[in-house]
């Protein structure tokens, strides 16, 4: 026997499997269709739940830090924020030689009030402008 005659004879052993199955349809009994529309009325009365209960809105400084990548993007500008005030306070040494050497070519000591004026400069200013 070969190997077509043996392909042949499991086809034709399928059609006859598949013809006795089409020539059956399956019917669900009572009790499988009475357990779908009792599935089907819990799943309605709870989309019903759902719509009937009150939508609690968000507030804007959650949609902002939704908008932004959620909390933890808001804990890493806030880390970010809280060092450059840090930085900016406590200004190292080394702060002020390098903003020498980038802004002179120099390596001499300069004070950041020298390159950005804080409020004292912006008062006298405006007492000057007064005058």
């Known amino acids: ?26 019917v669900p009994s009572q009790a499988l269709l009475g357990r779908i529309m009792a599935d089907a009325d819990d799943v309605t009365r709870a989309r019903d739940a759902a ?14 830090a939704a ?4 909390w933890p993007a808001v ?7 809280g060092a450059g005030v840090w930085i900016g306070v406590a200004q190292p040494p080394a702060l002020s030689t390098l903003t020498g050497t980038m802004l002179t070519g120099t390596t001499a000591q300069y004070q950041l009030e020298e390159f950005a004026p804080g409020y004292a400069a912006l008062v006298s200013f405006e007492e000057e402008l007064a005058e």
């Open 1 to 26: 026997m070969g190997r077509s005659d043996e392909t042949d004879r499991n086809a034709v052993m399928l059609e006859d499997v598949f013809s006795a199955a089409r020539d059956e349809a399956p």
């Open 75 to 81: 804990a890493g500008m806030a880390t970010a924020a």
């Open 67 to 70: 908008a932004i990548g959620g």
């Open 51 to 64: 719509r009937a209960a009150p939508v609690r809105r968000r507030g804007a400084f959650a949609a902002i």
